[in-house]
């Protein structure tokens, strides 16, 4: 009879203690390039996706529409490789600092943040 391999440690204690997540145990990562700053695309984490991320250097999310963890590139090509992680004052998003290999959206754009809404009314310049 052979044991059981442990299974992976998981989220860093004073990590997770950081983390305000949703209802769903989730938390908004925002993504941006790490030297210019260009905002990339929203995504969500829960505690595993964030402790991958941390010990691979690779973006991970949670797709909420099909149920399980995704690495940002491994089917397209166009990899995340994180320089940073912050966390916001509430711990409720954070904010991931990355470098981008080609585009960041599905759509083949470099940013999700491609499209402009029509000018506010009344807003002045």
Not at 7 to 19: N, R
Not at 37 to 43: F, Q, S
Not at 83 to 96: I, K, N, S
């Amino acid at each position: 009879m052979s044991a059981a391999s442990p299974s992976p440690p998981g989220l860093a204690p004073e990590v997770a203690a950081l983390l305000r997540r949703d209802p769903a145990g989730l938390v908004a990562a925002v993504v941006q390039q790490h030297d210019s700053r260009e905002v990339l695309m929203v995504a969500w984490m829960d505690d595993e996706a964030l402790r991958r991320t941390l010990t691979t250097g690779r973006a991970t999310y949670w797709s909420r529409s099909r149920e399980e963890y995704w690495v940002k590139g491994e089917t397209s090509g166009n990899r995340q490789w994180v320089r940073e992680v912050r966390v916001d004052c509430d711990g409720d998003a954070l904010l991931l600092l990355v470098d981008q290999e080609g585009a960041a959206c599905h759509t083949g754009e470099r940013s999700c943040f491609h499209r402009e809404l029509p000018a506010v009314q009344g807003a002045s310049s």
